[in-house]
Nanobody
């Protein structure tokens, strides 16, 4: 069984920064891609950023490009999302996910930008 646990969320002022972490446990050796999603009340869950196993291929939503950086530490089975220049519209619950043979989701961590 794979478990993903997000941490690092909180409340920040617009223009501030937060770093989210996602600690993975279990067998994720076949993980192809890890990603961050977010969801605000009344909105569908949207992809924020993703990173492939080698770390070199990354995707960012246009809304966060240039402000967010996704990275992964494979040795520690941890995914990160460095968020800079945060805007109020970045608020929401941030989820990490991984996909290989199966897809897994974390429980989410709240980010509030005011």
């Amino acid at each position: 069984h794979v478990q993903l646990v997000e941490s690092g969320g909180g409340s920040v002022q617009a223009g501030g920064s937060l770093t989210l972490s996602c600690a993975a446990s279990g067998n994720i050796d076949d993980s192809i891609v890890m990603a961050w999603f977010r969801q605000s009340p009344g909105k569908k869950r949207e992809g924020v950023a993703s990173i492939y196993s080698g770390g070199g291929s990354q995707y960012y939503a246009d809304s966060v490009k240039g402000r967010f950086t996704i990275s992964r530490d494979n040795a520690k089975n941890t995914l990160f999302l460095q968020m800079n220049s945060l805007k109020t519209e970045d608020s929401g619950v941030y989820f990490c996910a991984t996909k290989g043979s199966f897809a897994y989701w974390g429980q989410g961590t709240q980010v509030t930008v005011s």
